[in-house]
């Protein structure tokens, strides 16, 4: 395995510094060999991308599934079998729907049983006795925040799981949250085009001691340059206002990225996941995205990220991107209590 950067979100959780998004290698956006999957991953290993992120509700469903695909987690417990000791392993629970497939609110739970269940069967479909991140996916809106952080905190005092996450939480609910337990990093769509978590969730972060794991941080692909109106159509991005009605409108935004890129020899890709890094450091939050991918070369891509250094006028124009951008980013098809902004 290659020496890669490495930061710590918190409380002593060291991870790679950019990290690989396992939601990559499911369904969601299109179909997935499962041979290249598990080839993509033994080289994101290799090169020093070692963070691995997971979900129980990643993957197909099986026919006869009531819950959660799992599908994923068992893709992953592949390369775990012989190299857990290199991953830094993250999975969550909380989303007991299946995720893309169905319009309508995904029912979420966070009670006590659940969660103690839902660590098992992750446990079991990953191969490995413990968990480094476990993270609550989605709040039970109706279920005290403290309720389910308790019942996370005692698998970390039974060894079950290291650290203890939350996804798409507003400040407050992260403080209530790290007032029973400390949380070492808080998971939300934060990119160039994604920036509502600066307003309330980053400061509270910072204030509890924990880092920042932002998922779609090229902007689901669109920041990349790559996406195309057929792939959207074939994925849970089809009826999305960012990408169905506004997909030409929002080129402006690529184009900017684009420029940048052309400036300082990288990827538009490359010049995202930098200046995320770099706003990282500028507002004093520990970063590790997870951008998600099927194929090895681009893991080399995005791993190639932390090589680039933005200047401070090619930050201010990226920073000015955000103004572009028509529509909003919640996933239209579970509504905006969805995401913290929309509980903000």
Request: charged residues 25%; negative net charge.
């Amino acid at each position: 395995m290659s020496q890669a950067p490495t930061v710590e979100l918190g409380h002593g959780l060291a991870v790679s510094r950019i990290g690989f998004g396992g939601m990559a290698l499911s369904h969601v956006y299109g179909p997935t060999d499962p041979s290249e999957a598990l080839t993509t991953l033994h080289h994101a290993l290799d090169i020093g991308v070692t963070f691995i992120d997971t979900a129980d509700v990643y993957g197909r469903p099986r026919p006869d599934a009531l819950g959660p695909a799992g599908t994923n987690e068992e893709l992953i417990s592949e390369v775990l079998r012989t190299r857990r000791d290199e991953v830094q392993l993250a999975t969550k629970f909380g989303i007991t729907g299946r995720i893309g497939d169905q319009p309508g609110d995904t029912p979420t739970r966070g009670d006590r049983d659940y969660v103690r269940s839902a660590c098992e069967a992750s446990l079991r479909r990953l191969g490995t006795d413990v968990i480094d991140l476990y993270y609550m996916h989605r709040r039970e809106l109706g279920r005290p925040i403290e309720e389910t952080v308790g019942a996370m905190a005692e698998l970390v005092e039974e060894g079950k799981v290291r650290h203890l996450g939350l996804s798409e939480v507003t400040g407050d609910e992260l403080r209530a949250a790290a007032a029973v337990h400390p949380i070492t990093a808080v998971q939300s769509e934060w990119s160039i085009w994604s920036r509502d978590v600066e307003r309330q969730v980053v400061p509270a972060a910072i204030e509890v001691g924990a880092g920042f794991v932002p998922y779609s941080p090229l902007g689901r692909g669109f920041l990349t340059g790559t996406l195309t109106k057929e792939g959207v159509s074939g994925s849970m991005l089809k009826g999305q206002p960012r990408f169905d009605e506004n997909f030409e409108a929002n080129q402006v935004v690529v184009d900017v990225v684009r420029a940048v890129a052309g400036e300082v020899s990288s990827t538009p890709a490359q010049v995202a996941l930098a200046w995320l890094l770099a706003q990282g450091e500028r507002l004093g939050v520990p970063v590790a995205p997870i951008p998600g991918t099927r194929r090895a070369a681009r893991v080399d891509e995005n791993a190639g990220a932390v090589r680039v250094a933005l200047s401070t006028d090619q930050m201010s124009r990226l920073d000015r991107a955000a103004d572009l951008v028509t529509g909003d980013r919640n996933l239209t098809f579970n509504g905006p209590q969805w995401i913290s902004t929309g509980r903000e």
